[in-house]
């Protein structure tokens, strides 16, 4: 009686010893893991970063977005351009390593002709990436009136659907140009971009026809845009046909007598014809030239008129908001 007392004591004894130490044992692995995962993640997020940074705006789309090469047609760059050479320069050689780009459209108005030493240069920098068909095609569709609508002109050989439409002096990684066209391609009425902007009823003066245009804050603020700027953005090329041909005449005679606001005019205009907010797409953005107009004072105020005549000249509000935003699930980690 009692050694069986005993045994089963100890039997109980040794369980119990056993049971706390795999507690333990389970506890320290847990542990373990959590710290293995946690120092990964680390690694994983300074390996990112470092690459990124690294590889800066040089980098080349993954070889996964050029499957589509053969089957679908590219893009062309419509770029619009004012007595910066550099900046010229150096974004034409940058693009022309864009996997899916044609061609190249110079929007020229200034009152001389481009130079032979620029022509040569570009010339030479969009051949000095050889694609499956040849190379990248280089044209200047020169004007001789200096409008900013020219940016927005039809343009005859124009052999893509697709116009990415940039200023000379902003950069984005190929990788970045060709993640807005996978998007625009799956909506090719919308415009879709990379600076995004908004408007709102400006209720201060109690009217519900009065607007306001706000910069990046705003948008950054709210989470919300209704306009994508023309200085980085996919459209489908009939909007150029319409911009010159539908688009109210108050409104072309004020964007070449401001100097401004042809974006926002396109804006309106493709929203007009949609019904429908562009897409944002996040992308990484280099500016190359010195700061723009956007930095000058009283630039909010001349956009605010803008978007007032605009509404005006249409008849009614035509910008609808969003807060949707596409970005590349490759590029995420956590989600
Ligand atoms: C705006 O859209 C309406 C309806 O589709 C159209 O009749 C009108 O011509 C458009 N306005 C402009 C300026 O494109």
């Not at 506890?27 to 373990?32: G, L, Q, S, W």
């Not at 110079?106 to 240069?121: A, G, M, N, R, T």
Request: glycine share 4%; net charge positive.
């Amino acid at each position: 009686m009692r050694g069986s007392w005993c045994l089963n004591r100890r039997t109980e004894l040794r369980f119990r010893l056993l049971a706390i130490s795999t507690v333990k044992s389970v506890t320290v692995k847990i542990k373990f893991l959590l710290c293995c995962c946690i120092a990964l993640t680390l690694i994983v997020l300074l390996f990112s970063a470092a690459s990124s940074t690294f590889v800066l705006w040089t980098n080349q789309t993954p070889s996964a977005l050029s499957r589509f090469t053969d089957s679908r047609k590219g893009y062309s760059i419509v770029m619009n351009t004012w007595k910066r050479y550099d900046l010229l320069k150096q974004s034409i050689k940058h693009y022309s390593y864009c996997p899916r780009l044609e061609s190249v459209h110079i929007v020229w108005s200034e009152p001389d002709p481009p130079s032979d030493v620029l022509l040569k240069f570009l010339h030479h920098a969009v051949k000095s990436k050889p694609k499956d068909g040849g190379h990248v095609k280089l044209k200047f569709n020169v004007h001789k009136e200096d409008s900013l609508n020219n940016r927005f002109k039809e343009i005859e050989d124009l052999e893509t659907d697709a116009v990415f439409s940039i200023d000379d002096d902003v950069i984005f990684p190929c990788s970045s140009v060709e993640f807005a066209f996978d998007v625009w391609q799956s909506a090719p009425d919308t415009m879709v971009g990379f600076v995004p902007r908004v408007h709102w009823v400006d209720s201060s003066k109690g009217a519900v026809d009065k607007f306001m245009y706000g910069g990046w804050w705003s948008v950054w603020w709210t989470g919300t845009y209704s306009m994508v700027l023309s200085k980085a953005a996919f459209f489908h090329k009939k909007y150029l046909t319409l911009y010159t041909n539908e688009m109210p005449t108050s409104i072309r005679e004020y964007v070449t007598e401001n100097r401004n606001c042809e974006d926002i005019a396109m804006s309106f205009l493709v929203a007009n014809a949609t019904g429908a907010p562009p897409i944002w797409v996040k992308g990484k953005i280099f500016e190359i030239g010195s700061t723009g107009i956007s930095s000058l004072g009283g630039h909010s105020e001349r956009r605010t008129e803008c978007v007032n005549r605009f509404t005006a000249a249409f008849g009614s509000m035509p910008l609808v908001s969003t807060s949707v935003k596409a970005v590349d699930s490759r590029n995420i980690w956590f989600w």
